[in-house]
Every structure is written in structure tokens, then in C-alpha cells.
């Protein structure tokens, strides 16, 4: 089975501190999404890439920058956190071709930024 | 830009009671659909899909079918149980924009009780 691994479940973070969320994934998936899940807003694609070193912005990346150095891990990174950030963050990979190929996710990083 | 829209809930039901979570979508080329299911405390993880019209995705007596006609996708079950508890979302992947990420709905939750 294809697994996604964040690496915190629970992060509570200071008002300005960066903040590093990373993600491994261990099936050899091209793709990489970060995403942000609020009551009643349901998921919000933030970064996604499509190889090592390829980023896209989302529909909110205001705020937020990512990393991919190697094909497996995918980093979000929060240059100065602030307490609206305070939210569900969601990891995804999936295969080339999205339209066809389900994404696979990771349990999640809960993020308190205080 | 492409879109899901799904019915808000919460959805409150019975053991054994009939499941309809309505999911319609807006989209400029020819999309694959999706539903995604959420278990408390999990990442999202795929119920099922259709990647073509009159295509109908099942899985776990989960059943939706790709009308294109309606731009609907429906998630039907005809007996529902506790352990179906869990928030589900509507998604899309635009087959003519290669690569592009999944675009969900708000996600609807929906509570069993015995």
C-alpha cells in the first residue's frame, strides 16, 4: 500500500516562528500536494509540484513556500506563522496523470500557532 | 474555474437508513469524479470514482454514477452503518488540464446512529 507519513500529528507553534511540515511518500509518485482543510472551507490547495525541484502555486500559497529537493519528500514551509494559519494540513501524492489517478493522503498535522 | 458543490450537512441518520449525499459540479473540459471518505482522526482516502459519463463508481456499498447530462454525482447507499460515520467530499480532476491537482467540495459529515 502506498503510504504518505507526516511527520507530526501535533504541532503548536509561536506567532513568527517558521514553521517546517514535511512529507514522505514511498510509492516513486511524480506529484506532491500540500493542502489545508477549515470547517466548512473543506480543502484548499495550497502548493502542489510535479517533480523534484517543480513547484505550483494553489489557490491560497500567500504566506506559505515549499521545498522538493528530493522526489520523495515535500516540505511546507511558514516563513513567519500567524495565528490564521492555526488549521488541518493535508499531504497528498499521486501518479502523473491526477485526472485518473487518485491522490493518497497522510493523516494530517493539526498546527495551533498561538 | 472548475468547481464541486455539495450538499452541506451534517447528515444525521439511522442504522439501516437510506444515504444520498447530492455533489454536482462545474467543469470546462471532461473530469474524472471522485468521492473521498474521512474517518475521525485520518487523512482522506477514496471511496470510489468514474472517469467517463453514465460511468458508475461502487465500493463498500457506496455507489455514484457520472451524469453528465445533471453534472451530478451523487453518493448513494441503501443501508448505512455507525462505522460509516465520517466526512465525505465530492472531487474533480479536469482530464484537459494535465496534472492539475484535485479540486474538492466542502465535504458533507455525516453521523450514523444504532
Known amino acids: 500500500d502506498v503510504k504518505v507519513t507526516q511527520s507530526s500529528r501535533y504541532l503548536v507553534k509561536r506567532t513568527g516562528e517558521k514553521v517546517f511540515l514535511e512529507c514522505v511518500q514511498d510509492?516513486?509518485?511524480?506529484?506532491m500536494f500540500w493542502y489545508r482543510q477549515d470547517p466548512g472551507l473543506g480543502l484548499r490547495l495550497i502548493y502542489f509540484s510535479y517533480d523534484v525541484k517543480m513547484k505550483e502555486k494553489g489557490d491560497i500559497p500567500e504566506g506559505y513556500s515549499v521545498s522538493r529537493e528530493k522526489k520523495e519528500r515535500f516540505s511546507l514551509i511558514l516563513e513567519s506563522a500567524s495565528t490564521n494559519q492555526t488549521s488541518m494540513y493535508l499531504c497528498?501524492?499521486?501518479?502523473?496523470?491526477?485526472?485518473?489517478?487518485?491522490?493518497?493522503f497522510g493523516n494530517g498535522t493539526r498546527l495551533t500557532v498561538t | 474555474g472548475d468547481s464541486v458543490t455539495q450538499m452541506e450537512g451534517p447528515v444525521t441518520l439511522s442504522e439501516e437508513a437510506f444515504l444520498t449525499i447530492n455533489c454536482t459540479y462545474t467543469?470546462?473540459?471532461?473530469?474524472?469524479l471522485f468521492w473521498y471518505v474521512q474517518y475521525p482522526g485520518e487523512g482522506l482516502q477514496l471511496l470510489l470514482k468514474a472517469t467517463k459519463a453514465d460511468d458508475k463508481g461502487s465500493n463498500k456499498g457506496f455507489e455514484a454514477t457520472y451524469r453528465k447530462e445533471t453534472t451530478s454525482f451523487h453518493l448513494e447507499k441503501g443501508s448505512v452503518q455507525v462505522s460509516d460515520s465520517a466526512v465525505y467530499f465530492c472531487?474533480?480532476?479536469?482530464?484537459?488540464?494535465?496534472?492539475?491537482?484535485?479540486?474538492f467540495g466542502k465535504g458533507t459529515t455525516l453521523s450514523v446512529s444504532s
Open positions: 472531487a474533480l480532476s479536469d482530464r484537459n488540464q494535465a496534472g492539475t491537482a484535485l479540486i
Open positions: 467543469a470546462t473540459g471532461y473530469p474524472s
Open positions: 510509492m516513486d509518485h511524480e506529484n
Open positions: 497528498a501524492s499521486g501518479a502523473t496523470g491526477a485526472y485518473n489517478s487518485p491522490l493518497h
